[in-house]
């Protein structure tokens, strides 16, 4: 998923090689990017709040693998 | 824009850069610019020698500044706008003044045709003769992407040892 970050009236040359929308207007730019940027916003903490989680239970699972693999050389 | 001081002493009603007013810059020293800024400024003097030591930092001590910021500074644009302009003449916007502040000619004028070119476009909207155009520019990391391999990868793994210990006991 593409997430916003900027709006411009003009491209500058500098922006050219970066991944952008073209709009007819800079009103119709405007509408778009506002209607849609809180929302990416929230999704893009949720996501990143999801991951953090993923992540510690990752972590738990590794640590718990690890010491059945313990256990069982041992028996 | 936000690394920068925003420019109030250049509030003006919108006039076109002459060619002798962008050689005028072009040549003027950096110090004579700063000491500009700083009178204008009045009150706000730390602000500018907050920039002005950022600047220094950011060329390694050296004295010379870049054609982007002495551009910035001259036209009242920000820095932004007048790298646009630099790159629209063909130039490299972080080139060292020349020692003597002497531009050759033919950088000037790729300069005064990129400068005309954004002025025209800039009165043609001042003037409601152009509606401008509108682009959003995207975020340029994807994030999220290599964790969910891993977690597949790790699943994998759980499953793996699962059944070496089933076929153990």
């Known amino acids: 998923m593409q997430i916003y970050d900027e709006f411009c009236p003009i491209l500058l040359n500098q922006f050219k090689s970066r991944d952008h929308t073209k709009f007819e207007t800079f009103d119709l730019a405007l509408d778009e990017y506002y209607s849609k940027i809180e929302s990416q916003r929230s999704e893009q903490q949720h ?20 010491t059945h693999v313990q256990t069982t050389t041992l028996v | 824009m936000s690394r920068h001081r925003y420019p109030v002493e250049s509030c003006r009603v ?5 060619t002798t007013k962008l050689q005028t810059a072009l040549t003027s020293s950096k110090e004579d610019d700063n000491d500009e800024a700083v009178k204008a400024n009045g009150n706000g003097t730390d602000v500018s020698n907050v920039e002005k030591e950022k600047q220094g930092s950011k060329k390694g001590g050296k004295s010379y500044a870049t054609l982007k910021i002495i551009l910035g500074e001259a036209l009242g644009y920000g820095p932004a706008l007048s790298e646009h302009m630099i790159l629209d003449a063909g130039l490299i916007p972080n080139e060292k003044v020349p020692k003597d502040k002497v531009w050759d000619d033919a950088t000037v004028q790729a300069l005064v045709q990129a400068v005309a070119k954004f002025e025209d476009w800039m009165q043609d909207i001042i ?12 975020q340029n990391k994807i994030l999220g992407k290599d964790s969910s391999v891993s977690q597949s990868e790790s699943l994998k793994q759980v499953i793996f040892y699962f059944s070496i210990i089933k076929v153990a006991s």
């Not at chain 1, 510690?56 to 690890?66: A, E, F, M, Y």
């Not at chain 2, 003037?127 to 995207?138: A, Q, T």
């Open chain 1, 47 to 66: 996501k990143a709040k999801e991951n953090s989680a993923l992540q510690k239970l990752n972590k738990i699972r590794n640590d718990q693998v690890g």
């Open chain 2, 14 to 18: 919108f006039e076109r850069t002459t």
């Open chain 2, 127 to 138: 003037s409601g003769e152009i509606v401008p155009e509108g682009y959003i520019l995207m």
